[in-house]
């Protein structure tokens, strides 16, 4: 706004002078054309006049027989007959006359009875004004000689100096009014800057005070909304991080506009190829009827709100598309995993059945080895020591699915006491794959690390260490042998991280992939319960992931293999 007033300071005196004093100017040339049209005109009729006179003079002595005569010798006087023949002309001789029938008086005056021609003459090659009338059976021509235009015309100079006159004196008018409007203006300004860094302000004391008080206001009040529109944008983006749906907005050229990080982490879970940028989703076979119906409404001229609802079946889940198209042909995406869940209480009773079946296995294995012990004090001792080693190892498993039950709940009701730091991921994951290493070597994995270094994150890094610990662990005992892993980082925005963790192992069956994070849930559970897993690993990555803002999903590969799909706020 400042700067629209200063623009307007410097230039308003010659925007006023150049834009009324060109209106005025064109006026007063207008003016005097009009004024010289009228002169001429008037000096015309005066002429016709004095010449019709001159006419009536010749006629009557015409009549009488005589040879037609005037006082003003300069005046050409010729008698015609009806068919245009010259009967009498006192500038040229008779064997020079000529027929007129053609002349352009003539003809005028054929049709009305009178007419004037101002022309050069085709006999005497001399300029005149000519005035003919007709009578009974003859017409009668005077005609007046001029070399110039401007001695039968005279124009009326004082008319035209007066308006030049006038002009004149309204430009410095104009000017003086433009150079009190222009102050006027400068003052605005530099009120509307002391209003904008808060220094302190008086109104003008002139006529524009009320003015001033108006635009200040209103600058107030723009200021003011603004400041809202922040915040209340500020709301729209928690908002839009914190829902649970998927949602893009895009322009009419199917641009994004906004969207959240779980738009992302749908269209990646519903396509077979990895996804990085929301205008993506239109390449993806699966929103084919969305791609048309934009397609449709796009080319159409109707100024209302259309939706198209899709829904899709994808690794056992149900999902739902909506298209919202808006009047100016911009539209929205949302996208919602509506697969129905488990009543919470269900969960509950699980949960409770889980535990204490998790539990009773360990404590029963323990208290018959401890009865064996007991019963039998006088077992040999590599019996006795096999039996001890037994328990130990048994006390070590229940004390694993302790620690992690013990960091679920922490997890889900006390997650404010895990510190965040400034971290570098890179370092975290490297560390992880460092601690495994001979593990890995010994099944013949190899893992590739696509992740920047640094990669800076906000977060705590036990956390963030036991996520990929555990996506680790689950490749190692799950996955199979000379397996490849893939760890990446395929996106990043001003606040998330897009991560993907993938091998090319036996995968998982897509009934079992909706519930692979849910607690002591096993898709082979003879076979996990002998690697001595607890069932916790996935819903600890899970929880771990959401207490740094995040999502995480899961799929099969196209190719084979398991593929975990992951965010990380940045702060």
Request: hydrophobic share 35%; with cysteine.
């Amino acid at each position: 706004m400042c700067f629209f007033f200063y623009i307007c300071a410097v230039t308003i005196n010659q925007r006023i002078l150049t834009y009324f004093g060109g209106i005025f100017l064109v006026f007063s040339i207008f003016i005097i054309l009009i004024e010289h049209r009228y002169t001429q005109n008037v000096a015309i009729e005066n002429l016709c006049d004095k010449l019709e006179i001159c006419c009536d003079v010749v006629k009557t002595q015409y009549d009488k027989s005589e040879i037609p005569f005037l006082p003003d010798s300069t005046i050409r006087i010729t008698i015609l007959d009806i068919d245009g023949n010259i009967v009498f002309d006192n500038n040229i001789v008779p064997k020079e006359y000529t027929n007129h029938a053609s002349r352009k008086e003539f003809t005028i005056a054929k049709k009305k009875g009178k007419g004037f021609a101002i022309r050069k003459s085709d006999t005497t090659k001399q300029s005149y004004f000519y005035y003919i009338k007709k009578y009974e059976n003859y017409y009668i021509r005077t005609a007046k000689p001029f070399n110039r235009l401007s001695d039968v015309f005279k124009t009326d100079n004082l008319a035209i100096i007066v308006i030049l006159l006038f002009f004149l004196c309204a430009s410095g008018a104009f000017y003086m009014v433009a150079r009190r409007f222009g102050n006027t203006i400068n003052a605005l300004k530099n009120l509307i800057e002391k209003v904008d860094s808060g220094d302190k302000y008086n109104f003008p004391d002139n006529e524009f005070r009320e003015i001033s008080e108006y635009i200040v206001n209103m600058y107030k009040k723009l200021d003011h909304t603004q400041k809202a529109l922040n915040i209340e944008r500020e709301k729209l983006m928690s908002h839009l991080r914190l829902s649970k749906r998927g949602l893009a907005i895009f322009s009419p050229q199917r641009k994004e506009i906004l969207s959240n990080e779980l738009f992302i982490q749908y269209i990646n879970l519903i396509s077979d190829k990895q996804r990085r940028y929301p205008e993506s989703v239109f390449e993806i076979s699966q929103f084919g009827e969305i791609t048309e119906f934009l397609d449709d409404r796009q080319r159409n001229d109707t100024n209302i709100f259309e939706t198209k609802s899709v829904q899709i079946h994808k690794n056992d889940s149900i999902i739902s598309i909506n298209c919202i198209i808006f009047p100016d042909k911009s539209f929205e995406i949302t996208i919602d995993d509506i697969t129905q869940q488990e009543e919470q209480a269900l969960l509950k009773r699980q949960l409770t059945q889980n535990i204490s079946h998790e539990l009773k296995t360990p404590i029963s294995s323990i208290q018959g080895f401890m009865e064996t012990l007991l019963n039998n004090p006088d077992m040999e001792e590599e019996k006795k020591k096999f039996y001890i080693q037994r328990c130990y190892n048994q006390a070590i498993r229940l004390s694993y699915l302790l620690q992690d039950i013990s960091m679920l709940n922490k997890l889900d009701e006390t997650s404010n006491i895990f510190a965040k730091d400034d971290l570098d991921l890179h370092s975290i994951i490297d560390s992880v794959v460092q601690d495994v290493a001979l593990e890995l070597e010994e099944k013949h994995f190899n893992v590739h690390v696509d992740v920047a270094s640094p990669l800076p994150i906000k977060g705590n890094q036990s956390l963030l260490y036991s996520v990929f610990r555990n996506l680790l662990d689950n490749s190692l005992h799950y996955a199979g042998s000379d397996i490849n892993i893939e760890i990446s980082c395929y996106r990043s925005d001003k606040e998330f991280y897009y991560l993907s963790f993938a091998d090319n192992g036996v995968g998982v069956e897509e009934t079992h992939l909706n519930r692979i994070f849910d607690r002591f849930y096993r898709v082979d559970k003879g076979r996990s319960r002998k690697l001595g897993g607890t069932g916790l690993g996935l819903a600890i990555v899970k929880n771990a992931i959401h207490l740094h803002q995040g999502r995480i999903s899961a799929k099969n590969r196209q190719g084979g293999g398991l593929e975990f799909l992951f965010t990380l706020r940045k702060e």
